[in-house]
């Protein structure tokens, strides 16, 4: 049962419900748009905000969905569920739906994780969606790199779960959670964080905006 359970909870975590959506919406290959993630960030890009928005929402859904059902399935086994979050993850950043042959390479396609991260940790704790998800809306709409905000939630999570560890409220299982997908956002974002440090990450939200206000004011400025 445990093994089916994390099966299950990697395959709930692969439905590629960007790809999904945004093909509905407009009929664009998501893979072939913009950073070719099929997260939110990049729904929204291809398809509008509606698609971004719906996008996020079941991201976030299939890794609670895998959790809640993990718990259900193995009488809250603490390991088992926390592995099935994990895995959750795992399938959404490289779906088994979405894997692809190049050059002589098999690579899985995905996004970054940020809502499912969001989700799963939820799963674990209710409460925890009201610290991460606010808190991941306002490095995204804030500060304006996607990136970031992907790993600020396994961040928050991470911390929420060390601290709850401590004071006993949780099971240690949570903070591996928290540790491991930590390390898979960061793994998956490597080519944004060599961005940001060369100040070329993409920006989105207001500050998106008031650059292309600048460069527009810019080229129509006589020299």
């Not at 895998?66 to 490289?94: D, R």
């Not at 490597?190 to 100040?199: A, D, F, Q, S, T």
């Not at 207001?206 to 004011?217: D, H, M, N, P, V």
């Amino acid at each position: 049962m445990s093994l089916v359970t994390l099966l299950i909870a990697y395959l709930l975590g692969s439905i590629p419900t960007g790809q999904i959506i945004v093909h509905i919406f407009t009929g664009k290959d998501l893979r072939e748009e913009h950073s070719g993630r099929t997260g939110g960030t990049n729904a929204m890009r291809a398809g509008g905000f509606a698609a971004g928005l719906i996008t996020t929402i079941f991201d976030f859904l299939k890794s609670y969905t895998a959790v809640w059902l993990a718990k259900v399935l193995t009488n809250e086994n603490p390991w088992i569920v926390a592995v099935a979050g994990v895995l959750s993850i795992l399938g959404h950043n490289y779906s088994i739906f979405l894997v692809q042959r190049a050059q002589g390479k098999i690579t899985f396609r995905g996004g970054a994780g940020g809502a499912s991260t969001a989700g799963a940790a939820t799963g674990l704790w209710a409460p925890a969606g009201l610290i991460i998800v606010p808190v991941g809306f306002f490095v995204l709409f804030g500060i304006g790199f996607a990136s970031l905000a992907t790993m600020t939630t396994g961040l928050i999570a991470l911390i929420i779960f060390f601290i709850r560890a401590l004071n006993g409220s949780d099971p240690w299982a949570y903070v591996l959670f928290g540790l491991a997908t930590e390390v898979l956002l960061i793994w998956s974002l490597k080519p944004n964080i060599l961005r940001l440090k060369e100040g070329k990450e993409r920006l989105i939200g207001w500050r998106a905006r008031k650059k292309r206000k600048q460069e527009t004011i810019r080229e129509a400025s006589p020299e």
